[in-house]
């Protein structure tokens, strides 16, 4: 938890904004775990774990049991990801109906 504790605290600045301005809809973005942590879930984000209730747009969910030439480095991703986390951005912001 202790690794997560900033983005946890600012969850509340989060909440506390989109109450200011309801209007405007805030997400907490998650970092990619790097290839050595892909197979460690204690470097995983948890969004259980947040002081505050916030939106979230998860990465390393997404990140779980890909192949490590998936990344072009230890910590960059390759464009297959990029696109698969735009898809999740866009869901997010305009929901398809269906």
């Keep these: ?8 605290d600012f969850t509340c600045v989060m909440r506390d904004f989109e ?4 209007d405007i809809k805030l997400f907490l973005i998650s970092h990619p775990p790097s290839t050595a942590a892909l197979d460690d879930t204690v470097h995983h984000f948890d969004a259980t774990k947040l002081k505050c209730d916030a939106n979230v747009l998860d990465r390393t969910s997404v990140n779980a049991k890909v192949p490590r030439n998936w990344y072009w480095d230890k910590l960059h991703v390759l464009s297959i990801l990029n696109e698969e986390y735009n898809h999740q951005m866009v ?3 305009c929901p398809l109906k269906g």
Excluded: C, N, T
Aim: hydrophobic residues 25%.
């Design 19 to 22: 109450r200011s301005y309801p």
């Design 91 to 93: 869901e997010k912001i």
């Design 1 to 8: 938890f202790a690794r997560f504790q900033q983005q946890s």
